[in-house]
């Protein structure tokens, strides 16, 4: 958490003492994040950890002590808020009888007017999004028939519309089989690139964080527990304590970061971690050996 | 991105009823609201002329060009014709048009910031607190006093208390709760208050005629009275809910979507409940309980023009307006010289036509 102290940009967001309580359990507490303003945050933590939570904190949709800061100001009017960060929840609520058009155009809201009509601005810049999500061919089509990795860049397109600088995504694709899961990834990525985007997802899978985040940012019972690279925060002694599961690592030369899990052994003892040098850009394996199992082939 | 060839629209530029692409952004609003205009002044005429007294349409139409000023139309009406079309037939006709459009549009509005299409404008105890004032009002004997308005002045003071109740009944720790907890507050306070009424009912049975009449549905008027008690809060109505209308197409992604898009989910639906159950307690202080208005209107419309609220409010008042006086035409022609309940009419054409909207509506999903 360190890494925090001196960031090379100017911040998109910044959360101080971040606390949500929710029927008198805390379900987070004392949370301090800063994102720099075009870096890929991936949130990590086992199911329960606070992921969700924390990104309803930043999104304004949960009472919570602390401040959250975008780009230098704290924000309390939705429509400012909504300005600035545009969410993709993990399961959307679709209005009945919508089509794909009038459902990315409702990312426009926090730019129109008192009656919230759309301009020609408005469906000029929705339809931009849609052909540039390959999308154009559903636009009079109802969301709810479409597919599932179909409809998953539908409420990217609705995200993407707003124009928003910070992009927060909560398990983008967790309803995704792994080719789209990685079709939308790679999306995401190509669309920081080409828009310059803040990006924060939350992630169930390790390896995909890995690929994927600048920065990884772990919880585990609401609290910020890691925070850093993922060549720092990915070592199968992180992985076997938040996760409970035996790992092994892997980091590439840019300082992306594979991730493999192994079955525990019946008569497994607990893992017998090799430390590792895993600076960025260093190649590095990381092997964890339980009894009896091989290491597998690099 | 595997779709059965079958169900891919056409690429570019489509368009079913949903204007989609960018040069034409008015799309089939205009026809629509045009429709609904022409119904409302159908319906209109259609009340003027039709009655124990025949009018002939055309005198009719030149006996109101008359009255606008700087027009002399020769029609031919006699003087009492005229006094059947100006004191009696125009105003009762304008309160069924003020009536239907209030009804429906709080209807629409109802069923759109609750995301419940069974959400009907009597949901948060407006019925039965006015059901309650105006019992109070017929059995205490009061409900003749000040020329006969204490009645509704009790039935709209009923109305409002009943839906403040609910509302208050529903916060959690001084702050809106969701939906839900407001709905439950309404069946709760409706059922309290309608145990009430039958108390009071029961210990006065010679009430029960007059009181039975009241929860039915009328539109007679004393003259001009009422229209001018009604118009007012119409237009009020109409201008909030049609604004809120787009704010409530964001609400049906749901309160913390709708946050993050940049709506306020409470204060709008704070302000739009408000408002939609004032306008409901007006009508219903006026005309009584006149059922399934505020619930067929808009799930036809929504037939018509697709389910989002920025076209089902401005279209459910104009078509609700058309379709009450319409209704109220058959309540005093049906039986005459006898007037049935318009409420009774609203029912007969109301449930059957509900039950077709709902098929027609499974068949499509």
Redesign the interface.
């Given at each position: 958490m360190s890494a925090d102290a001196d960031l090379p940009t100017p911040l998109a967001l910044r959360a101080r003492g971040l606390g949500v309580t929710i029927g008198g359990t805390p379900v987070l507490s004392q949370v301090d994040l800063d994102i720099a303003e075009g870096e890929w945050l991936a949130l990590l933590g086992p199911n329960g950890a606070g992921k969700t939570t924390l990104v309803r904190a930043l999104s304004g949709t949960v009472r919570h002590t602390g401040t959250v800061a975008l780009t230098g100001t704290t924000v309390r009017r939705p429509r400012d808020r909504a300005r600035h960060v545009a969410v993709v929840p993990q399961t959307p609520i679709v209005p009945p009888g919508i089509s794909a058009f009038e459902y990315v155009l409702l990312g426009r809201t926090a730019h129109q007017g008192l009656r919230l009509s759309a301009s020609l601005d408005d469906r000029r810049r929705t339809l931009a999004v849609l052909q540039r999500l390959d999308l154009e061919r559903f636009a009079a089509r109802d969301v709810p028939s479409l597919s599932g990795g179909e409809r998953q860049r539908v409420v990217l397109a609705r995200a993407l519309v707003a124009d928003a600088p910070t992009l927060l995504l909560d398990e983008p694709t967790a309803a995704l089989d792994l080719g789209h899961q990685f079709e939308i990834l790679e999306l995401l990525a190509e669309l920081r690139e080409e828009r310059g985007l803040t990006v924060v997802t939350t992630l169930h899978d390790l390896s995909v964080a890995g690929q994927f985040g600048d920065r990884l940012a772990v919880l585990h019972d609401g609290r910020l527990v890691a925070h850093g690279t993922p060549a720092a925060v990915l070592t199968p002694d992180a992985i076997g304590r938040w996760w409970g599961v035996e790992a092994t690592t892997a980091v590439d030369a840019e300082g992306r970061v594979d991730v493999t899990v192994h079955r525990r052994r019946a008569s497994g003892r607990p893992a017998d971690v090799a430390a590792a040098d895993a600076a960025p850009g260093a190649s590095a394996e990381v092997v964890a050996r339980g009894e009896g199992f091989e290491p597998p082939a690099a | 991105?595997?779709?059965p060839a079958a169900?891919?629209?056409?690429?570019?530029t489509?368009?079913?009823r949903?204007r989609?692409?960018?040069?034409r952004?008015r799309d089939l609003t205009v026809p629509l609201v045009a429709a609904g205009v022409g119904a409302a002044v159908v319906a209109a005429l259609v009340g003027l002329v039709v009655g124990p007294v025949d009018l002939p349409v055309g005198a009719t139409v030149g006996a109101l060009l008359d009255r606008l000023p700087w027009t002399t139309v020769e029609h031919g009406l006699g003087a009492s014709s005229l006094t059947i079309l100006f004191e009696i037939r125009w105003p009762r006709v304008l309160l069924g048009l003020a009536v239907g459009a209030l009804l429906s549009g709080s209807g629409a509005a109802y069923q759109g910031v609750f995301r419940n299409p069974l959400a009907d404008p009597y949901l948060l105890g407006v019925a039965a607190g006015a059901g309650l004032g105006a019992t109070l009002a017929i059995v205490t004997g009061t409900a003749t006093l000040a020329g006969g308005f204490a009645l509704p002045a009790a039935a709209f003071a009923g109305a409002i208390a009943a839906v403040v109740v609910t509302a208050g009944l529903s916060l959690r720790r001084g702050r809106p709760a969701g939906p839900a907890a407001l709905i439950l507050a309404g069946v709760a306070v409706a059922a309290l208050l309608a145990a009430v009424q039958t108390y009071l009912l029961q210990r006065h049975a010679d009430s029960l005629r007059a009181v039975y009449g009241w929860l039915l549905g009328r539109l007679s008027t004393v003259g001009w009275a009422e229209v001018r008690l009604v118009l007012p809060v119409l237009v009020v109505s109409a201008v909030v809910l049609?604004?809120a209308?787009?704010?409530i197409?964001?609400l049906?992604?749901?309160d913390?979507?709708a946050?993050?898009?940049?709506?306020?989910p409470g204060v709008t639906r704070a302000l739009v409940l408000t408002v939609a159950s004032l306008a409901t307690a007006t009508a219903v202080a006026v005309s009584g309980l006149i059922g399934f208005v505020g619930l067929i209107v808009p799930h036809g419309v929504r037939l018509l023009a697709?389910?989002?609220n920025?076209r089902v409010i401005p279209l459910s008042m104009l078509f609700g307006a058309a379709f009450l006086a319409l209704a109220d035409v058959a309540a005093r022609t049906v039986q005459a010289p006898a007037e049935l309940p318009i409420g009774v009419i609203t029912a007969f054409v109301g449930a059957p036509a509900f039950l077709l909207i709902l098929r027609s509506q499974q068949g499509r999903?």
């Open positions: - | 991105m595997s779709v169900a891919v629209t056409p690429s570019v489509v368009d079913d949903d989609v692409v960018p040069p952004p049609v604004l209308s787009g704010a197409d964001v049906a992604v749901g913390e979507e946050t993050t898009l940049g709506i306020r697709g389910t989002r920025r999903a």
